[in-house]
């Protein structure tokens, strides 16, 4: 099952600061989708270069969301991607998929 | 003290602003989430530190850190520790942070950053030519930074808005002006032989009347450069 996501961190860089805290979201909520499905695009055409480019940037977010498990999952599945295999793409999904409901909660 | 910000993840761009901005004295003046439009930036403005992502697509921080000839101070920041050794190869990286960046590890940093230009006067990139390297170009094509060599370079002509630079194997398609790349070009390489054309003058194979001849294009020689020409020939 997929870790929860939080944040703390978030919290803790605003620093009460609301507006930053909402402009943050906005980014992420912003960003997040259009990264999530280049990821999928990519994996559905074997583009793993392209695929190990997004998993680098998705993982800043994962590890953002406080999410320590799915950060390690997508540490391993880059360095995996950058050597052509693609095991763990199916996990890394299920990762994605739940961020991307998260989002929509927040 | 002013800085600029080079991620391109808008997330990781947020979040170094963010931190700025709790730091008193401290400017950002621009964000960037390519090198290139970084590296352009530098050319025309001086600033006191980068905070450089290291992983980009295309160009990554240190392609960058290596374009820039007199780099201001650099902070490198990435998701992977494994870069920070190679990071740490160049003298302008004062320091090296780890993404997420947490609060208190900024404030070192800014203390670093401090302390290193309070010990070393900022060598701030500058303005015309001040990021040619050694004995290379860096041109522009297509948001791509292709590194040519002098050596490599035959000749230069000028094409309305762009240039075309002709080496040996292939011709590169430049939005810049014939004066702008004569000022990068070494002097002692490259000399202007008509309006249009400046050559290396090391490739000339022979000079006819009111032509050279570089390789298998025949340039023309124009009546006013001529004599500059003639001049820094070796004459029997």
Redesign the interface.
């Known amino acids: 099952m997929t870790e929860e996501a939080n944040l703390d961190?978030i919290d803790?860089?605003?620093?009460g600061?609301a507006s930053?805290r909402q402009?943050?979201i906005g980014?992420?909520k912003?960003?997040f989708p259009s990264e999530k499905a280049l990821y999928e695009k990519s994996i559905s055409e074997e583009s793993y270069r392209m695929a190990y480019?997004t998993v680098?940037?998705v993982?800043?977010?994962i590890?953002?969301l406080g999410m320590e498990r799915s950060h390690a999952l997508a540490v391993r599945h880059e360095a995996e991607l950058r050597e052509g295999l693609c095991n763990l793409s199916g996990e890394f999904q299920e990762v994605l998929n739940y961020i991307a409901s998260y989002l929509k909660t927040i | 003290m002013n800085c600029i910000i080079i991620d391109?993840?808008?997330?990781?761009r947020?979040?170094i602003a963010?931190?700025c901005s709790e730091v008193p004295d401290l400017d950002i003046i621009e964000q960037f989430d390519n090198a290139i439009d970084g590296i352009k930036f530098l050319n025309q403005q001086t600033i006191d530190v980068i905070f450089l992502d290291i992983?980009m697509?295309g160009f990554t921080g240190i392609d960058f850190v290596e374009t820039l000839k007199n780099p201001p101070k650099i902070v490198m920041t990435t998701?992977?520790t494994e870069f920070a050794i190679a990071s740490y190869e160049y003298e302008a990286i004062v320091d090296y942070l780890v993404?997420?960046i947490?609060?208190e590890r900024f404030e070192k940093c800014i203390q670093k950053v401090q302390n290193s230009l309070t010990a070393q006067p900022t060598q701030a990139a500058n303005g015309e030519g001040g990021n040619t390297v050694g004995e290379d170009l860096y041109i522009n094509i297509d948001r791509r930074l292709i590194k040519l060599k002098y050596d490599e370079i035959l000749l230069i002509e000028a094409k309305g808005d762009y240039i075309n630079i002709k080496t040996e194997n292939q011709e590169y398609l430049v939005h810049t002006t014939l004066k702008k790349i004569h000022a990068k070009l070494p002097e002692e390489l490259f000399l202007q032989i008509h309006r249009s054309y400046i050559i290396n003058f090391s490739k000339i194979i022979d000079i006819e009347d009111n032509s050279v001849l570089i390789a298998k294009n025949v340039v023309p020689i124009s009546r006013s450069n001529r004599p500059e020409l003639m001049r820094r020939l070796n004459l029997l």
């Open positions: 961190y803790n860089l605003a620093g600061d930053f402009q943050f980014i992420l912003d960003e480019e680098h940037k993982k800043h977010k590890n953002v | 391109d993840e808008a997330a990781a947020a979040i963010q931190l992983h697509p998701s992977d993404k997420p947490t609060r």
